[in-house]
C-alpha cells in the first residue's frame, strides 16, 4: 500500500506560479510511475503529467505542456508539479496518483493503483 499526501495549491491570479507536492509514506517515490491530474467541477478527470520511474522520461497534456513541469526526488519522496503562466482555466482539484510502472506513458486514471487526497487550485482573472 502506497499512501501519497499532498501539499501546496490555493488562489492565485491568472500569470502567476504555483508548486505542488506529492510525498509518499513509503521509502521512497521508487519504482512507480507517477502522475498529475486534475478535476475541475462537472467535468471528467484531466491527465497532466506523468514522470517515469526508468529514465525520469516525462510526458504531458497538450493543455499545459510548455507551462507545467513535473519532477521527482526518489531520494526525498517527493513528486512535484511547477505550474507557471497559470490561466483561469487551470483551475482545479489536483491529484498525484502512482503506478507500478507497465505501460509508458500512462495517461488514464484507471491505470493508476494509488492517489493523493487532492488539493484545489483556484486561478483567478
Known amino acids: 500500500q502506497v499512501q501519497l499526501v499532498q501539499s501546496g495549491g490555493g488562489l492565485v491570479q491568472a500569470g502567476d506560479s504555483l508548486r505542488l507536492s506529492c510525498t509518499t509514506s513509503?521509502?521512497?517515490?521508487?519504482?512507480?510511475?507517477m502522475a498529475w491530474f486534475r478535476q475541475a467541477p462537472g467535468k471528467e478527470p484531466e491527465f497532466v503529467a506523468a514522470?517515469?520511474?526508468?529514465?525520469?522520461?516525462?510526458h504531458y497534456g497538450d493543455s499545459v505542456k510548455g507551462r507545467f513541469t513535473i519532477s521527482r526526488d526518489d531520494e526525498k519522496k517527493t513528486l512535484s508539479l511547477q505550474m507557471s503562466s497559470l490561466k483561469s482555466e487551470d483551475t482545479a482539484v489536483y491529484y498525484c496518483?502512482?503506478?507500478?510502472?507497465?505501460?509508458?506513458?500512462?495517461?488514464?486514471?484507471?491505470?493508476?493503483?494509488?492517489w493523493g487526497q487532492g488539493t484545489q487550485v483556484t486561478v483567478s482573472e
Open positions: 496518483a502512482a503506478n507500478r510502472g507497465s505501460d509508458w506513458p500512462s495517461i488514464r486514471p484507471n491505470e493508476y493503483d494509488w
Open positions: 513509503g521509502r521512497t517515490l521508487g519504482p512507480y510511475n
Open positions: 514522470i517515469r520511474y526508468i529514465g525520469r522520461g516525462t
